[in-house]
């Protein structure tokens, strides 16, 4: 079931700038993404194409309101799942920036933007992706001010919510859009009802503690969606969001019983830049 609230049936209209909403080159964007192509391009891993069941990929850049012409930011994009569809939908009409972590800030962030890099210079397609960096104390570069039309990120908010610089990540991306823009995040849900502390640790948000980080920085909640709810994910796990798919961080003796949970329950909330 896709639920959104009512002003989220303005934002892929009203929210989107006029720059992205129409195309006066010879050559005009298409007026709706083709994410069925996209979705099957041999550029995408079989390995990466199994997890569209849980991240439903069509239907969360839709909801987002996606469109080819548009300037994007995809912020921390780890290894690419994300950029593979975003790619081709941008390509030759919009622009994909990739803000991607500090390499001088651990072993692990150097190895992971590497890994990165090497995936865009595989294939023709990511010549649309421009690298940037963003993470703690690294907030300006992500994208000039006032340039992307849509900021996305996707199952993130929770590390900078323990690394304590979420509020300046959602600043960074208010100040990165340009007014009417729309922010999209995707994260793992946490209950309401549990207590705060289990945002410390475990990799699940509250859609609450979101919602506020945002309206902090500026933004109005425009909409939110069920498309990547899970109900069978109690968000209780010994070893946080990690236990589930696709990390199994407990090993292979309890691998079948959480694979047959699936990936996490993720809330889907998408946050307007007021234009005025």
């Known amino acids: 079931m896709i639920r959104t609230?009512?002003?989220?049936?303005?934002v892929s209209a009203a929210a989107v700038p006029a720059a992205a909403q129409h195309d006066h080159s010879h050559n005009a964007a298409p007026a709706a993404p083709d994410y069925a192509a996209a979705l099957a391009a041999a550029h995408r891993s079989e390995a990466n194409r199994a997890r569209d069941q849980y991240r439903h990929p069509a239907e969360t850049l839709a909801f987002f309101g996606l469109t080819p012409g548009m300037?994007?930011?995809?912020?921390?994009?780890?290894?690419g799942w994300y950029t593979e569809v975003l790619a081709p939908i941008l390509s030759g009409h919009g622009k994909l920036y990739a803000a991607h972590g500090i390499p001088e800030a651990s072993e692990y962030a150097a190895k992971?933007?590497?890994?990165?890099?090497?995936?865009l210079?595989?294939?023709p397609i990511y010549k649309v992706v421009d690298v940037t960096k963003f993470g703690k104390g690294h907030y300006?570069?992500?994208?000039?001010?006032g340039s992307a039309d849509m900021v996305l990120t996707f199952r993130n908010v929770h590390?900078?919510?323990m690394g304590d610089f979420a509020g300046d990540a959602f600043k960074a991306f208010y100040k990165a859009l340009k007014p009417g823009g729309v922010l999209g995040v995707v994260e793992h849900r946490l209950p309401e009802d549990r207590p705060d502390e289990a945002m410390k640790s475990s990799g699940y948000m509250k859609r609450s503690t979101i919602v506020a980080l945002a309206e902090a920085a500026g933004f109005k909640l425009a909409g939110e969606s069920d498309v990547n709810a899970n109900p069978k994910d109690s968000a209780d796990w010994p070893k946080g969001v990690w236990t589930l798919p696709p990390n199994f961080r407990?090993?292979?003796?309890?691998r079948a019983k959480y694979a047959a949970i699936?990936?996490?329950d993720r809330m889907t909330l998408k946050f307007v830049k007021p234009a005025s």
Do not use: R
């Open 159 to 161: 590390n900078w919510y």
């Open 112 to 119: 992971s933007l590497a890994g990165y890099q090497a995936k």
């Open 5 to 10: 609230i009512l002003a989220a049936a303005l």
């Open 262 to 264: 699936g990936e996490s």
């Open 250 to 254: 407990e090993g292979d003796e309890t």
């Open 140 to 145: 300006d570069g992500l994208a000039p001010a």
């Open 71 to 79: 300037t994007v930011v995809e912020v921390a994009p780890g290894g």
């Open 121 to 123: 210079a595989s294939d």
